[in-house]
């Protein structure tokens, strides 16, 4: 098989699954009852949500000209969030695709060698997800009631272990652990151990490039920046629809691990991903599952159509920026 069929019917199948997910979070939705809770949002509460996730995109794209910066390349901060913009829009039709392209593109105006940049987005991969890990950890900590609630709207409660059954798995996890320490040799020589040991490598050395990076105060500002974008676009957006008043905005955390593990699939645009984990996660809160499934419609909307206003312009941007 090759690559491209391989990848063509990956992006069919998780294009699929995704749609699904989209039809079984609306199937018992009536549009008009749909409609009904957002036509009342408030415009301008709407454009504050849309300018906070609008303000992780510049963050993003200054915390990449520091890294370029610690490699010795100067670029315009102005190129970089354009470029930022344009891998957003990119993501939403061919996921993880966009951050090719936005490397391509500072490779087209600012000459800056593909590997490097590259090398970069990496970096950022690994601190967003470190990030990311630090928020569902915490929200495991702090809403574990909840979170018992919301993998039982999901269907994927966990099961109540017997004593017999603990001791069960603890006694095979032994003999596996034994089994693997045993034949190490061997299991060490498979080619998907090797990439995984290449993967698990690439991270510490990206995480020890880190050093290299000036002024790491701001790098870390940055950074966590970004993240409380995201989670202050959903707590903003409690306060803009009616219905929510009983949503405080530190549960906007709790809604936001939900909302980033829709993310997580590589499904163009989160579609349907997203709806699903966010409009479960405020049926968990104590909403009802049509205005849970209205809040998804909305918040994902509105920041998918940034994404393409601002992927447009990023787009023009560039292609005039690379012209000189």
Request: glycine share 8%; hydrophobic share 50%; aromatic share 10%.
């Given at each position: 098989m090759s690559a491209w069929v391989k990848k063509s019917a990956q992006y069919v199948i998780f294009l699929g699954i995704g749609l699904g997910l989209l039809y079984l979070t609306f199937i018992n939705v009536n549009p008009v009852d749909l409609w009904e809770d957002i036509k009342d949002v408030s415009i301008e509460g709407l454009l504050g949500v849309i300018a906070i996730g609008f303000l992780a995109i510049i963050f993003r794209g200054?915390?990449?000209?520091?890294?370029?910066?610690?490699?010795?390349?100067?670029?315009?901060?102005?190129?970089?969030?354009?470029?930022?913009?344009?891998?957003?829009?990119?993501?939403?039709?061919?996921?993880?695709?966009?951050?090719?392209?936005?490397?391509?593109?500072?490779n087209k105006t600012d000459d800056v060698p593909i590997d490097k940049l590259l090398g970069t987005v990496v970096l950022e991969r690994i601190v967003d997800t470190l990030l990311f890990a630090t928020?569902?950890?915490?929200?495991?900590?702090?809403?574990?009631?909840?979170?018992?609630?919301?993998?039982?709207?999901?269907?994927?409660?966990?099961?109540?272990?017997?004593?017999?059954?603990?001791?069960?798995?603890?006694?095979?996890?032994?003999?596996?652990?034994?089994?693997?320490?045993?034949?190490?040799?061997?299991?060490k020589q498979w080619a998907i151990v090797q990439k995984i040991k290449a993967f698990v490598s690439g991270m510490f050395e990206g995480l020890r490039s880190?050093?290299?990076?000036?002024?790491?105060?701001?790098?870390?500002?940055?950074?966590?920046?970004?993240?409380?974008?995201?989670?202050?676009?959903?707590?903003?957006?409690?306060?803009?629809?009616?219905?929510?008043?009983?949503?405080?905005?530190?549960?906007?955390?709790?809604?936001?691990?939900?909302?980033?593990?829709?993310?997580?699939?590589?499904?163009?645009?989160?579609?349907?991903?997203?709806?699903?984990?966010?409009?479960?996660?405020?049926?968990?809160?104590?909403?009802?599952?049509?205005?849970?499934?209205?809040f998804a419609t909305l918040i994902h909307s509105s920041q998918s159509l940034m994404f393409v206003f601002t992927g447009a312009l990023g787009f023009v941007f560039l292609y005039f920026a690379g012209r000189k």
């Open positions: 200054l915390r990449w000209v520091q890294m370029l910066q610690s490699l010795g390349y100067e670029v315009r901060g102005s190129r970089a969030i354009a470029a930022v913009c344009l891998s957003y829009l990119v993501n939403l039709v061919t996921p993880r695709v966009g951050e090719v392209a936005r490397c391509t593109a500072l928020v569902v950890i915490s929200t495991l900590l702090i809403s574990n009631e909840e979170l018992s609630s919301f993998l039982a709207e999901s269907d994927a409660n966990m099961p109540e272990l017997k004593t017999t059954t603990i001791v069960l798995i603890l006694v095979a996890l032994i003999l596996a652990v034994t089994a693997i320490f045993i034949t190490r040799k061997h299991w880190l050093r290299k990076v000036k002024n790491k105060p701001l790098f870390w500002f940055y950074s966590v920046g970004i993240w409380t974008c995201y989670v202050a676009t959903i707590a903003v957006g409690f306060t803009i629809m009616n219905g929510l008043e009983s949503v405080g905005p530190e549960q906007a955390f709790f809604v936001s691990v939900a909302a980033g593990l829709g993310f997580v699939i590589p499904i163009p645009g989160g579609i349907g991903a997203y709806h699903y984990l966010v409009s479960k996660a405020l049926v968990v809160l104590g909403l009802e599952p049509g205005l849970g499934k209205s």
